[in-house]
């Protein structure tokens, strides 16, 4: 990446700068997140781009002989095994089912995620990190935003649903049902306002964005937060816990 | 309060969009950009006068130059229009989102 910026004379901040004003003469006031080597973006359904994702992908392309083409091959199904603690392949080769349990174990998937949100860090600019917390002080007031900044999470009780939230920075959002009695965890729910970098915790919006976008539809529309969310359950590695 | 419009912005954290209340093409370039906003998908969540308290617009007035907030009447459990006027609201708005 330091190399990249010594050839072009560019930096990533100067880049993403000159991305947001592109996109603000045309009309797209979300901007346009800013492509790191080697990590996919996903993005929101309505990106006026649908090619923009692909930006900073190697290049797909194989070539295979008519020798070596199965023609049953093909992937039946996936899930992550709470038991195993490892992903679960069926798929189908030479007519067969077959199974394959991946060898990278969960706290492995953790790590990876940890590492490729550092890269993906590339993206953020400092000064769009200290705004938004800035808004955030506002929304929560100077106590709140302290333990904030110490801990990097923020909890608050629905007025609607009573559920308890603890939004946590570059996390899922962690949602508890607190009685007298328990505390149990719902869901984590995963949400980034116009995309996020595959494989990381990453959103395409400064981390703090990210959370003032998940307290404002908590607090504005519960139930547009939980259909617009991925919702994870807490024992997997996407959850984040 | 006086209104402002805050997008959440990729590369600026968010911008401030404020309106001199006088002047008449503000407001209606502020109207533009607002309808556009709904249509293009953004969720517009206004914040109630000095609270915590947020609700989300579903449209925009333009004679009234409100934003549109359903809300439910306790009484009789059907919902009614309110309206929030623009020069007087804070109101953040979010693009829409991709899960994780």
């Given at each position: 990446m330091a190399t990249a910026e010594a050839e072009t004379g560019i930096t990533w901040a100067q880049l993403t700068l000159a991305l947001q004003q592109l996109a603000i003469e045309r009309g797209h006031y979300h901007g346009y997140p800013t492509p790191v080597d080697g990590l996919r973006m996903e993005l929101a359904a309505g990106f006026p781009y649908p090619g923009y994702a692909e930006i900073g992908m190697p290049d797909a392309t194989f070539v295979c002989t008519n020798r070596d083409v199965d023609e049953t091959a093909g992937i039946r199904n996936y899930w992550f095994s709470k038991r195993l603690r490892r992903g679960v392949w069926i798929y189908m080769e030479q007519g067969r089912i077959r199974h394959l349990i991946e060898p990278k174990a969960d706290y492995a998937i953790r790590f990876e995620q940890l590492f490729n949100t550092l890269r993906a860090g590339?993206?953020?600019?400092v000064d769009a990190e200290i705004r938004a917390q800035q808004k955030l002080r506002d929304l929560v007031g100077e106590d709140r935003f302290g333990r904030y900044l110490c801990t990097g999470a923020i909890m608050e009780r629905s007025r609607r649903s009573s559920l308890v939230y603890v939004f946590r920075r570059l996390l899922p959002t962690i949602v508890l049902r607190s009685t007298d009695e328990s505390v149990r965890v719902l869901a984590c729910l995963c949400l980034h306002p116009l995309g996020y970098y595959t494989g990381t915790h990453a959103g395409c919006m400064v981390p703090t964005d990210d959370l003032i976008a998940h307290l404002l539809l908590m607090r504005a529309d519960e139930h547009m937060l939980w259909r617009r969310c991925n919702q994870h359950p807490a024992w997997l590695p996407q959850a984040g816990i | 309060m006086s209104g402002v419009l805050e997008i959440l912005n990729v590369g600026l954290g968010d911008l401030k969009i404020t309106w001199d209340p006088e002047s008449e093409e503000d407001r209606q370039r502020a109207q533009k950009m607002i309808e556009a906003l709904l249509r293009q998908g953004y969720a517009i969540l206004v914040q109630d006068e000095d609270s915590e308290l947020h609700a989300r617009a579903t449209g925009f007035d333009r004679e009234r130059d409100a934003y549109v907030v359903p809300e439910e009447?306790?009484?009789?459990g059907r919902t009614k229009r309110t309206y929030r006027r623009r020069t007087t609201t804070r109101a953040t708005a979010v693009g829409r989102s991709a899960g994780g």
């Open positions: 590339l993206a953020w600019r | 009447d306790q009484a009789t």
